[in-house]
């Protein structure tokens, strides 16, 4: 019997246009019980409208008028379930190209990515789009769904000549040769629930999981403690209009630990200023607890007298996250304004705020041939590594090292606008 977690797992789908993405997530919520009667009826009500004959469930997904019109998803869809092992969030992400940012946006938070393949059709472009932003984004847990096995009448060697064409497509795609990727392959029909939830009788001859019993085995990451310690300082509590006086000296550091694990009595580093006390108490809410991990909200209160303030980091003195005003970043350009050089921009990185400019543009890269291209424009959905310089230091670790303190946004100080979203490859 498998073991009771709470962990939650974040994962998207994506995949070329009429994959079936919102169809496979509408199978899934649908199989494991956890659509409301009234939105069933909702749905059923519709697909009777629009003359199907059976019940249309991408419509639980696509929840914009206009992605119902053109039977096509626009924007980012969240949608939430669980089981009696674990809580998930599913991404249902766009396939066309355009809306390729907001991809990017679902991808950097997601743990494991369903890459959906018709299997008529075979490997497309934007099936190798998607898969490089996934391993560039971190993504690290790839479940290839070989969908519409009903319309080529289940054929195994089908099936495996994708899975051949693939893996030799993914291993081609070089951006952090030390990452290790897991890769589980599956046939399925979304329309008609072979090997989602269920793995009813077509295709005896697949013996491995269905993507339920996959999706419940991947590993979550959420409650990663084998990092090294990253505490971004959001707010310092002095609560001295208490009428308890004993409150009138507490000073404790808040914030979320993004890494790593904390015990009272550990050494930790004060960066920028790089001075090292102990932990006294560390507070969770009002209770007092001997130890923290990530990503749990923290109050931590320190042995001696330090001047910290919002943007400042608590870390591990054995290993430390770099210190700098320089860094060279890989970023996806979100705006619709393109990238002026000339601009002064807000860099947001964990708690830190600081203006910076964007240096030297290196190159943009073609992600549909994965080639780099000479280019001093950068525009809406372009994939660009840059060079940033900034007018504060902040505390960072390179991107594939730690996704919390190696990603970053660009805003506009006009319009407050977020225009980029970046993954830091060099701390100079």
């Known amino acids: 019997m498998r073991k009771q977690s709470d962990s939650l797992l974040r994962f998207i789908t994506c995949g070329s246009v009429d994959d079936g993405k919102s169809t496979l997530i509408g199978r899934l919520l649908y199989d494991s019980k956890t659509i409301l009667s009234d939105t069933y009826n909702q749905i059923e009500k519709t697909s009777q409208k629009r003359g199907l004959n059976a019940v249309d469930l991408s419509l639980l997904t696509d929840g914009?008028?206009?992605?119902?019109?053109?039977?096509?998803?626009?924007?980012?869809?969240?949608?939430?379930?669980?089981?009696?092992?674990?809580?998930?969030?599913?991404?249902?992400?766009?396939?066309?190209?355009?809306?390729?940012?907001?991809?990017?946006?679902?991808?950097?938070t997601a743990q494991a990515a369903i890459i959906l393949i018709d299997a008529r059709k075979g490997i497309l472009t934007q099936t190798k789009r998607h898969t490089y932003l996934?391993?560039?984004?971190?993504?690290?847990?790839?479940?290839?769904?070989?969908?519409?096995?009903?319309?080529?009448?289940?054929?195994?060697?089908?099936?495996?000549?994708?899975?051949?064409?693939?893996?030799?497509?993914?291993?081609?795609?070089?951006?952090?040769?030390?990452?290790?990727?897991?890769?589980?392959?599956?046939?399925?029909?979304?329309?008609?629930?072979d090997m989602v939830v269920e793995r009813l009788n077509n295709m005896s001859w697949y013996e491995d999981e269905s993507l339920l019993e996959v999706l419940e085995l991947?590993?979550?990451?959420?409650?990663?403690?084998?990092?090294?310690?990253?505490?971004?300082?959001?707010?310092?509590?002095?609560?001295?209009?208490?009428?308890?006086?004993?409150?009138?000296?507490?000073?404790?550091?808040?914030?979320?630990?993004?890494?790593?694990?904390?015990?009272?009595?550990?050494k930790i580093k004060c960066l920028p200023s790089d001075q090292q006390t102990t932990i006294k108490d560390i507070l969770i809410g009002n209770e007092s607890v001997n130890e923290a991990i990530a990503p749990q909200s923290v109050s931590i209160l320190l042995n001696d007298e330090i001047d910290i303030s919002r943007g400042d980091m608590l870390a591990d003195p054995q290993n430390l996250p770099k210190t700098s005003k320089d860094i060279n970043a890989t970023?996806?350009?979100?705006?619709?304004?393109?990238?002026?050089?000339?601009?002064?921009?807000?860099?947001?990185?964990?708690?830190?705020?600081?203006?910076?400019?964007?240096?030297?543009?290196?190159?943009?890269?073609?992600?549909?041939?994965?080639?780099?291209?000479a280019s001093n424009e950068i525009i809406t959905n372009d994939i660009a590594r840059i060079n940033i310089k900034l007018a504060q230091s902040i505390m960072a670790d390179c991107y594939f090292e730690n996704r919390k303190t190696g990603s970053f946004i660009l805003i506009d100080d006009s319009t407050n606008h977020t225009v980029a979203a970046g993954m830091i490859n060099e701390i100079l």
């Open 64 to 108: 914009l008028q206009a992605e119902r019109e053109q039977g096509i998803t626009i924007d980012v869809a969240y949608r939430y379930f669980s089981t009696p092992t674990r809580k998930y969030i599913i991404a249902d992400t766009p396939g066309h190209e355009q809306y390729t940012r907001n991809m990017v946006t679902a991808a950097s």
């Open 134 to 193: 996934c391993k560039l984004l971190g993504i690290k847990q790839f479940i290839v769904a070989i969908n519409k096995m009903d319309l080529i009448e289940y054929d195994e060697n089908k099936f495996n000549l994708i899975k051949d064409e693939y893996l030799k497509m993914f291993e081609s795609i070089q951006v952090n040769k030390n990452s290790q990727f897991n890769t589980k392959f599956i046939p399925l029909s979304a329309l008609n629930g």
């Open 218 to 266: 991947a590993e979550t990451q959420s409650l990663n403690s084998t990092l090294d310690f990253r505490f971004p300082i959001q707010y310092v509590c002095r609560p001295r209009d208490s009428e308890n006086k004993d409150l009138h000296d507490f000073r404790s550091f808040m914030g979320r630990i993004e890494s790593g694990k904390i015990k009272k009595g550990d």
């Open 331 to 373: 970023i996806c350009w979100l705006s619709e304004e393109k990238l002026n050089p000339s601009r002064v921009y807000k860099i947001m990185h964990t708690s830190k705020v600081a203006k910076a400019k964007i240096a030297t543009i290196f190159d943009k890269i073609e992600v549909n041939t994965l080639t780099s291209i």
